[in-house]
């Protein structure tokens, strides 16, 4: 069983609509991140969060929009998108930011397909 | 700026076949981590293995091994006496002193398919 949960696994939505993902993690991690995987592409990371604050934002369009409300919570908020955006959205967690090689566990990923 | 090359794209072998995977990776940084992701179907990223950069050491984890050599920037991963749940697609990862942060840079991935 997975440390970091992620629902939905799967979701289909329309380029006007409004939904969120979202990612809980029950390893006592201080930050956690949002990476896109998309076909035939490296894992891109949009977003990271350290004690609840956003460290880094990737250039990420704006219709993509995070929320991290404490440090085992995580969502991506997303509206009207884009088909190219349907790509499976990977959540993880580390222990820390620091540069001490922490590693990062991820999710099962929701695969987001967008009509 | 980090790189990682995963020069093998898809790799087909026939059950109990010994199998490399290649991993090539650039970085300015003295410290570094290297790391070995495992994806199934299901999508799930399952670590594998970090090793830091002054560990040239080389690991084994039952059939599982790994080649990590500074001289060549290569940190290669060996399945030995593959099976078809080792089928999946296989990820190597750098993170830097530099970066930061925890943050991961990916390369393409190798897919391994393991056929009975």
């Known amino acids: 069983e997975t440390g970091v949960t992620q629902t939905p696994r799967h979701l289909v939505m329309g380029m006007t609509n409004k939904k969120s993902l979202k990612c809980e993690q029950h390893?006592?991690?201080?930050?956690m991140y949002w990476y896109k995987q998309s076909a035939k592409k490296p894992l891109e990371l949009m977003f990271v969060?350290?004690?609840?604050?956003?460290?880094e934002n990737n250039s990420v369009p704006s219709r993509f929009s995070p929320e991290c409300p404490n440090s085992s919570h995580l969502f991506l908020h997303l509206h009207t998108l884009q088909p190219e955006d349907s790509a499976l959205y990977l959540c993880?967690?580390?222990?820390?930011?620091?540069?001490?090689?922490?590693?990062?566990?991820f999710g099962e990923g929701s695969w987001l397909t967008v009509v | 700026a980090q790189k990682v090359t995963q020069a093998q794209t898809e790799i087909s072998v026939v059950e109990k076949e010994d199998v490399t995977l290649d991993c090539v990776y650039e970085t300015r940084d003295t410290t570094y981590y290297l790391f070995w992701y495992k994806q199934p179907p299901s999508g799930e990223l399952v670590f594998l293995i970090r090793?830091?950069?002054?560990?040239?050491q080389n690991e084994i984890s039952g059939r599982y091994s790994w080649n990590f050599q500074k001289s060549t920037s290569s940190f290669n991963f060996t399945i030995t006496a593959s099976q078809v749940v080792d089928s999946a697609v296989y990820f190597c990862?750098?993170?830097?002193?530099?970066?930061?942060?925890?943050?991961?840079?990916f390369g393409k991935g190798t897919m391994l398919l393991v056929s009975p």
């Open positions: 990862a750098l993170s830097g002193q530099n970066s930061g942060y925890s943050t991961l840079t």
């Open positions: 090793r830091n950069s002054f560990d040239e």
């Open positions: 969060y350290n004690f609840k604050e956003q460290t």
């Open positions: 390893l006592g991690h201080n930050a």
């Open positions: 993880a967690s580390s222990q820390g930011k620091t540069v001490s090689g922490n590693t990062i566990y």
